[in-house]
C-alpha cells in the first residue's frame, strides 16, 4: 500500500500549486482522505480533509479559502488546489488516509497510512 504525494514545488507569495496524492495497492474510495503540513520545528498540523460518504470537505481555518480539496476515486486520487499561497503555507505536505470519526479527522494520529511528503516553498 502506497500514496505518492506530488506537485510541490517554489512559488511566489499570491501563487497557486496543485498537489496530488495516488493511492496504489488498495483502493481508498471509503475513505477519509486527508493533508496535512509540517515547517520544520513544528508540529504536523491538519490542512484539509474530504470523507468518503458524501464528499463532505473540511479545512484549516488558516487555509479556509483558500485551499481546496478534492478526490477522484476512479484514479485513487485526492487533490489539494492551493490558491493565494503565502510564506507560512510553506512546508512539507503529507497525505493521509484512513477512517476516522469526524471529531478525529485533524489529528494526524488518526491515520494510519501516509504518504512520504512533498516541498512547498513560497517565496516572499
Known amino acids: 500500500v502506497q500514496l505518492q504525494a506530488s506537485g510541490g514545488g517554489l512559488v511566489q507569495a499570491g501563487g497557486s500549486l496543485r498537489l496530488s496524492c495516488a493511492a496504489s495497492?488498495?483502493?481508498?474510495?471509503?475513505?477519509?482522505r486527508a493533508w496535512f503540513r509540517q515547517a520544520p520545528g513544528k508540529e504536523r498540523e491538519f490542512v484539509a480533509a474530504?470523507?468518503?460518504?458524501?464528499?463532505?470537505?473540511y479545512y484549516a481555518d488558516s487555509v479556509k479559502g483558500r485551499f481546496t480539496i478534492s478526490r477522484e476515486d476512479a484514479k485513487n486520487t485526492v487533490y489539494l488546489q492551493m490558491n493565494s499561497l503565502k510564506p507560512e503555507d510553506a512546508a512539507v505536505y503529507y497525505c493521509?488516509?484512513?477512517?476516522?470519526?469526524?471529531?478525529?479527522?485533524?489529528?494526524?494520529?488518526?491515520?494510519?497510512?501516509w504518504g512520504q511528503g512533498t516541498q512547498v516553498t513560497v517565496s516572499s
Open positions: 474530504i470523507r468518503w460518504s458524501g464528499g463532505t470537505q
Open positions: 493521509a488516509a484512513d477512517r476516522p470519526i469526524v471529531s478525529s479527522l485533524r489529528a494526524h494520529v488518526s491515520y494510519d497510512y
Open positions: 495497492g488498495r483502493t481508498f474510495s471509503k475513505y477519509t
